[in-house]
């Protein structure tokens, strides 16, 4: 039992281990592809063992996780130094002094540090099927780039996957915190790893940034020993907050909206997309950034209804729209991605600190459907780059006549994150319906403002994409589909086939499976039923012919549309006025929202401080 | 059903300027106005080559315009038909002859009725589209040609081949 | 199946054709004009079917008789009187295919229109999914089956909701003032302008099934009183023309900032009035 969680933990590492050593390209894409089987199928096991599950490691453990914790953060000092900077030498430094002093007052408590439940093991799954099939995919990537440094890059991808399973089954916030730096290693190597001075700024940006959720996370830690003297959530969940202090709390919260790339801190993952491809599939889908929404989905039943709950909706909603106004404005194709993470970074949370069982149900469904849709989206970035040379979304023109399979796996990624049908417009809408319960909170009013206007701002976001890309000059005359390598097709059509047959079975993925997740979180699962495709609320339905009408429109169609020719009929120019001009037609790029940028910052900002001091109870 | 008889009772205009002075737009843009009303024979001016029926031309075609005149007749689905409205259009008018024109709208395009005046009256104008109506009734939906531009027997052009033959020709100034 | 919802919307391109052709002939009365037949519509399309047919490439017009066919799925999914919040989002999914045909051809007209499309999105769509939390407030359910046979009539207490979508029906259905996506005098219908013939005839039906779409909406105001239900959807109709007639177009920012900052403030106030008083 025990061991195969460990094997979670260990396994990842042994194959990084391998890939690192192993002297060939297809021995190491053998390992790599061994990830997938293994952990799908060590996490399936935990998912049918009688969960919760708490464990209580080794004593020498413990000793272990501190000595990896002074010695990762004098890590973090000594590169601070390197690179002459202040910020992360200074932060590490805090860090330092706030650990030793947590050390020294931390009391012997008998709660095990480690505990597997429903939250957990889905957070196993996304990893195991989203995280390995994106290393898959990097050796691939690795093999166009820098075959030389293949090793280690697809090694620390592997490493990764394995901390991101601790980080997700510790219950010790000390051993939490140790993890969370640890993933903000991860994300500092990887970011990296180009060795240019821009990818060395931006990972440097990427280290000060996330160290100051580790130095919240130590704050919690000093403040919940203070107050509550517990240092595990699941002791942090049996304390009652309406008559003890939140600071604790809003420190942990913090420490998500930081680690979750909230504005203002946003910037270190729009960063990340300087460094290979694969870096930001992971980065911001399966691992690193998804912590943010489990924390907070961690801490939901004790800060439901809190004033600190309402002050995150209002911060992760204003983020989900500011973001995704931002992103209009982009014109790089990563970019524009990394910008929509972090606005539905913001939703996910947003529905995480809702906490009621629909809310933490959608918020699964977000986090579910958003891991798998990114990781397509940037292998399909990474296949953009890679074989048509195109990074802006001025450079993608016309991409339909030369590609059409991967415009096709674009559109699906777009299309799911805001169209009916889909997986994350069905948490949206459950949202929507779980806000309308609560029209009497000015949070929850702001909650549905938030969700329709930032989601319509998205929807006119990857339409402005898809009609670059699906522009063209003729009909199709010889029609013929680019050649893919095996891989990168093999994982992206996996992706895409999940997102379709998931958003088609929504009812039952909800009702029987996420839903027995919700119940481990927030002790009571979601009230939603399936019956046949149709989801049923207990305030309305979606029914099964609503959806499958829809993916015939949506996907079927517009794939039957490359096929459909109209023979007998006369084909003209488009109309110029009767004028004979060459147009070059670029997109607009709505500088008008630019300008606002510094003031959307400045609210950021004043929101970010808000919580901390009224929903922590600074004040 | 016979389609044919809805033709004339929802007529599209599509109005272009060859050079004129005006004159006679103004007096299309006044039959359109309250007082003569065209859009009571369900006419409506739709300012788009593509779903139009009735070409309405004034000016003497420039030789700047010969080209937009041409490209926008043959972005225009059959049936249609086309007007020449005022003096200019029929025959050039007092700009006959002169250097930067080309002597009426049947220079480069077919036109099934003149419509004359300096400028043209209102009333006239809408006799001319009434006229212009009955020809639509009868047309066929074939691709119509200018009768300076030969194809050849047994050739087989689609319309962008066919606009392109035509435009060789008025661009190199070889008609009958 | 719902046979009833399903025979309103075969039927509700005819029904549709009606209203735009009465439209015509209210608003040439408005100007002082006799304007044309009642059936004009009627006689646009059945001319449109003569046409010969002319198009820029195949993907393009076939998007165009997807628009139709989405459109048409939007409203059955409106009418047999499922989920609200649904029915409103289906109506993107067919908007997608106008935008994503717009999209398809070189015509700076035509891009620009379905820029414009999205943009008018961008106004209306927050402005209804809270309409349909007001509704969920006033009657309980989603459902819209339940709110046509609820006690309650929404409008008594939705005043500032009501005038609200009131206002925002030209953005819907693109009229004056906020007819920027279609233009006419600007960019000449945007991403319509290069349709024609058979293929311009689904677009132009398309466009009759949204407003027995809108009308709907508008209609579920009266809540279980039916008879309130037509004479609000009477008045509406007569309230967007005149507003069609006397006002001038607006630039786009002007239409999203009048209904980010004016109309949606106007729900917000409503629905938080009445949520804190009902408790």
Known sequence: MEKVIYSLFLLPWLLALLVFVSPFHRLRQLITFLSFPILTYLSFKVWNLKLPLFITPPEWVNLAVTLFDYGLLLYFLYQGIKFRNFL????AAAQLFLLSWVLLIIPHGETPPIYVDGLTTFMYFIVATVGSLICIYATKYMEQEDLDRENRFVAALLWFLGVMNFAVSVNNVEWFFALFETTTLASYVLIRFRWDSVSISNALQALWMNQIGGIAILLALLFGIKYYSVYSFTDILKVNPAVTSMIPLGFLAIAALVKGAQMPFHRWLLGAMVAPTPVSAILHSATMVKIAPYLILRLSPVIKGTLLAKLLIVTTGFVFVSAGLLALTQDNFKKILAYSTISLLGLMMLTASMGSPTAVLASLLLILFHAVVKALLFMEAGVIE??????????????????????????????????????????KWLTLEEASNFLSHGAYVGSIIFIATGSVILTLLYFKVIGVMTRKRGEFMRFKLEKLPFIYLSTAGLLALFTIVGSI????????????????????PAPVKASGLTLITPLSEVYGWQIIGAFILLLIVPIFAYFVHFPEV??????????????TLGTYNF????????????????????????GGGLI | MELKKFRKKSPWILHYNTGSCNGCDIEILACLAPKYDLERFGILNRGNPKQSDILLVTGPVTKRAKERLLRLYFEMPEPKVVVAVGACACTGGVFRHMYNVENGVDSIIPVDVYVPGCAARPESIIDGVV?????????????????????????KLNRRKLLERCLEVINAGRRS | MNWEALVFTLFSPVIGGFIYGLERVVRARMQGRVGPPVL????????????????????????????LVGTWFSLYVLLSGGDLLIAIFFHVLSLAFLVVGGFSVRSPYSILGAMRELLHMVAYEPLYVLTAAGLYLVTGTFQISEILNSNEVPLFVLPLVFVSILLSLPTLLKKSPFDIAEAHQEIIGGPEIEYSGKFYEAVYTAKWIEYVYVFFLIFLFGGGNHLLGAFLVLFAFFFFNLLDNVTARVNFRQMVAFHWYVLIPLVVINLMLLALWRG
């Open chain 1, 591 to 614: 500088f008008c929202v630019s300008q606002v940028e510094p003031l959307i910052e400045t609210a950021a900002v004043a929101l970010f401080i808000i919580t901390l001091v009224l």
């Open chain 3, 40 to 67: 004009q519509p009627f006689y646009d399309f059945l001319k449109l079917m003569d046409k010969r047919s002319i198009v820029i490439h195949s993907f393009h017009a076939f998007m165009g008789i997807m628009y």
């Open chain 1, 386 to 427: 890679k074989l048509f040379k195109a990074k802006y979304i001025e450079e993608i023109r016309r991409l339909v006549e030369k590609a059409p399979i991967t415009v096709v796996f674009i559109s699906i990624g777009f299309m799911s994150m805001t169209i009916v049908p889909y997986g994350i417009f069905m948490a």
């Open chain 1, 570 to 583: 006369d084909r003209v120019y488009e109309y110029t006025c009767g004028e004979r001009v060459e147009t």
């Open chain 2, 131 to 155: 006229k212009a109506l009955e020809i639509l009734e009868k047309k066929k939906k074939e691709i119509e040609l200018p009768p300076y531009c030969k194809v050849p027997e047994g050739e």
């Open chain 1, 505 to 524: 079975f929504i009812a039952h993925l909800s009702a029987d499976f996420v839903n027995a997740v919700v119940a481990s979180i927030s002790s009571s």
């Open chain 1, 88 to 91: 992360v030498s200074v932060l």
